[in-house]
């Protein structure tokens, strides 16, 4: 590292685990990447595993760590409660944990929760929530945050109002992995292509009101009738979720539409949105989570950030 580290971010999910080292500025100096989530990681120890990593990208022994994910669940390191919304983003800040008994000074950022006739719960989007606020200065709008659990959040005035979780990601990998079209899909997986004409067939067929339901059996019927091939198989299966998923985001919320994704997940939805005459901004995640972790390190720590 030629800079002088300020700060440690990570991102540390069920099954992945992301770290970067910024200098005062929120520029990466190093990062890395691994499987290291949290079933691993409890069983190995968080403290170690972090400290690990730490130690690999020659982080110092003072360096302040900030972390969201599920580290901050029941199931991970230590609970960081949840923040109710509606939401100031600064409240986010101020719910962050310290993490006891160790050398280093680590904090866990809180996750969003709302409560009543729509339960519902995030926990790491909003820190990609945070940083996408920011890189755009929004004070209005939605933000749609594509992923295994896809998150639509009212933003007004500043604030979280309200959101939306949809299974998209998780029920494409069970349908394509565990259910009868795997038989269609086979390998084909990630083959899933915004350009296949399946994909656009099925997004203008779910948003035009039909039910999904109704419309995954014929992967496998186009499989055995019309000789339909895996990619095609991926990419009407992807295109029936996710086309879903925006006819029913576009019921419940109006005005323009912060897509946070990253490649093909940015390609599929940036697709979606324009089939279904959404107009929208697009924010890197990766871009997201790292301003969002670096702004709550600010906030935390002050003294050592870009005004110091």
């Given at each position: 590292?030629?800079?002088?580290?300020?700060?440690?971010?990570?991102?540390?999910?069920?099954?992945?685990?992301?770290?970067?080292?910024?200098?005062?500025?929120?520029?990466?100096?190093?990062?890395?990447?691994?499987?290291?989530?949290?079933?691993?990681?409890?069983?190995?120890?968080?403290?170690?595993?972090?400290?690990?990593?730490?130690?690999?990208?020659?982080?110092?022994?003072?360096?302040?760590?900030?972390?969201?994910?599920?580290?901050?669940?029941?199931?991970?390191?230590?609970?960081?409660?949840?923040?109710?919304?509606?939401?100031?983003?600064?409240?986010?800040?101020?719910?962050?944990?310290?993490?006891?008994?160790?050398?280093?000074?680590?904090?866990?950022?809180?996750?969003?929760?709302?409560?009543?006739?729509?339960?519902?719960?995030?926990?790491?989007?909003?820190?990609?929530?945070?940083?996408?606020?920011?890189?755009?200065?929004?004070?209005?709008?939605?933000?749609?945050?594509p992923g295994t659990h896809s998150k639509w959040v009212e933003l007004e005035h500043g604030r979280?109002?309200?959101?939306?979780?949809?299974?998209?990601?998780?029920?494409?990998?069970?349908?394509?992995?565990?259910?009868?079209?795997?038989?269609?899909?086979?390998?084909?997986?990630?083959?899933?292509?915004?350009?296949?004409?399946?994909?656009?067939?099925?997004?203008?067929?779910?948003?035009?009101?039909?039910?999904?339901?109704?419309?995954?059996?014929?992967?496998?019927?186009?499989?055995?009738?019309?000789?339909?091939?895996?990619?095609?198989?991926?990419?009407?299966?992807?295109?029936?979720?996710?086309?879903?998923?925006?006819?029913?985001a576009k019921v419940k919320l109006s005005g323009k539409v912060t897509l946070v994704a990253s490649?093909?997940?940015?390609?599929?939805?940036?697709?979606?949105?324009?089939?279904?005459?959404?107009?929208?901004?697009?924010?890197?995640?990766?871009?997201?989570?790292?301003?969002?972790?670096?702004?709550?390190?600010?906030?935390?720590?002050?003294?050592?950030?870009?005004?110091?």
């Amino acid at each position: 590292m030629t800079s002088t580290p300020c700060y440690a971010l990570s991102d540390w999910g069920t099954s992945r685990f992301r770290l970067w080292i910024v200098d005062n500025e929120g520029r990466v100096l190093a990062e890395k990447r691994s499987d290291d989530g949290l079933d691993t990681s409890r069983s190995r120890g968080f403290a170690l595993t972090l400290e690990g990593h730490l130690a690999g990208l020659g982080a110092p022994a003072g360096l302040p760590v900030i972390i969201c994910g599920m580290a901050g669940s029941r199931q991970g390191w230590i609970e960081a409660n949840y923040v109710p919304v509606p939401a100031d983003l600064s409240a986010i800040l101020s719910g962050a944990v310290k993490i006891q008994g160790i050398d280093r000074d680590v904090r866990i950022i809180p996750g969003l929760a709302q409560s009543g006739t729509s339960p519902n719960v995030m926990r790491g989007e909003e820190t990609q929530l945070l940083g996408a606020i920011l890189d755009r200065n929004l004070s209005n709008g939605i933000i749609a945050m594509p992923g295994t659990h896809s998150k639509w959040v009212e933003l007004e005035h500043g604030r979280a109002k309200s959101f939306s979780t949809y299974l998209t990601g998780e029920l494409y990998a069970l349908l394509a992995s565990q259910s009868i079209l795997r038989h269609s899909i086979g390998d084909a997986a990630a083959s899933a292509s915004p350009d296949h004409p399946q994909f656009t067939a099925a997004l203008e067929l779910m948003l035009s009101g039909e039910r999904m339901l109704g419309e995954l059996f014929g992967i496998r019927a186009a499989m055995l009738l019309d000789n339909l091939q895996p990619e095609g198989a991926a990419s009407r299966l992807s295109g029936l979720l996710i086309g879903a998923e925006v006819a029913a985001a576009k019921v419940k919320l109006s005005g323009k539409v912060t897509l946070v994704a990253s490649d093909a997940m940015a390609a599929l939805y940036g697709k979606a949105l324009r089939v279904a005459g959404l107009e929208f901004d697009l924010v890197d995640a990766d871009e997201a989570v790292r301003k969002g972790l670096f702004v709550a390190a600010c906030g935390i720590w002050p003294a050592r950030g870009p005004s110091a």
